[in-house]
């Protein structure tokens, strides 16, 4: 069974930085998709950045510039790097693997920004 496991997330400054962390356990092969997606309360959940396989990759308007994302393939891993941090991004972070004919979610890692 394919288990995603988040880390990284917490209690940040205005300004400060997070980096979040989800790695895949079991039988996957051939990840498509690697993304990250965020919720907060009373909104839809909304796509914040997403890798391709080759490298490629998009982010969400107000995380360009400060938010990069990666992959380690070897690792069945992705990260999200997350500076200059505002209120905003107060949201429980969600990893989003895909590969073909599946989609896998992670159980989320809350990241609170402070004023």
């Known amino acids: 069974q394919v288990q995603l496991v988040e880390s990284g997330g917490g209690l940040v400054q205005a300004g400060g930085s997070l980096r979040l962390s989800c790695a895949a356990s079991?039988?996957?092969?051939?990840?498509?998709?690697m993304g990250w997606y965020r919720q907060a309360p009373g909104k839809q959940r909304e796509l914040v950045a997403r890798?391709?396989?080759?490298?490629?990759?998009n982010y969400e308007d107000s995380a360009k510039g400060r938010f990069t994302i990666s992959r380690d393939n070897a690792k069945n891993t992705v990260y999200l790097q997350m500076n200059s941090l505002k209120p905003e991004d107060t949201a429980v972070y969600y990893c989003?693997?895909?590969?073909?004919?599946?989609?896998?979610w992670g159980q989320g890692t809350q990241v609170t920004v402070s004023s």
């Open positions: 989003n693997f895909q590969v073909v004919g599946r989609v896998y």
């Open positions: 079991g039988n996957i092969f051939s990840i498509n998709i």
């Open positions: 890798i391709t396989s080759s490298g490629i990759t």
